[in-house]
Nanobody, 123 residues
Framework: VQLQASGGGLVQAGGSLRLSCAAS????????MGWFRQAPGKEREFLAA????????YYTDSVKGRFTISRDNAKNTVYLQMNSLKPEDTAVYYC?????????????????WGQGTQVTVSS
C-alpha cells in the first residue's frame, strides 16, 4: 500500500486545514488508518485513528474536539480536519495504514506510512 498525504500549508492561529491521505490499493478498506505528527527534535506523536469500517475513532487529548478523522472507502482516502489550529500544532503530519481492523495508537502498530506533509501555524 502506498500512501500520499497532501493538504498541508501555512495557516494563522485559529484557522483550519484539511489533510488528505490517498491509498494506492483497493484493499485500503481493510486497513485501520492513523494520523501522526513530528515536530523538529521531537518524537513522532499519535493524533487520531479510525477503524477500517469508519465506525470507531480515537484521538489523543491534545487534539480532541479540534481535529476530526474520517475516511471515504470508495475513494481510498482518509482525512484529518483540523480546526482552531495553534502554533504548537506546527509539524510534519503523516498518515499510516495498519493491517489490523481496530484502533491503534503506536507507530509500531502501523505497516505503511505516507511521506508527510508540512503544517505551519503562525501566531
Amino acid at each position: 500500500v502506498q500512501l500520499q498525504a497532501s493538504g498541508g500549508g501555512l495557516v494563522q492561529a485559529g484557522g483550519s486545514l484539511r489533510l488528505s491521505c490517498a491509498a494506492s490499493r483497493r484493499a485500503f478498506i481493510y486497513y485501520s488508518m492513523g494520523w501522526f505528527r513530528q515536530a523538529p527534535g521531537k518524537e513522532r506523536e499519535f493524533l487520531a485513528a479510525i477503524a477500517w469500517s469508519g465506525g470507531r475513532t480515537y484521538y489523543t487529548d491534545s487534539v480532541k474536539g479540534r481535529f476530526t478523522i474520517s475516511r471515504d472507502n470508495a475513494k481510498n482516502t482518509v482525512y484529518l480536519q483540523m480546526n482552531s489550529l495553534k502554533p504548537e500544532d506546527t509539524a510534519v503530519y503523516y498518515c499510516a495504514a495498519g493491517k489490523g481492523a481496530g484502533i491503534a495508537t503506536t507507530t509500531a502498530s502501523y505497516d505503511y506510512w505516507g511521506q508527510g506533509t508540512q503544517v505551519t501555524v503562525s501566531s
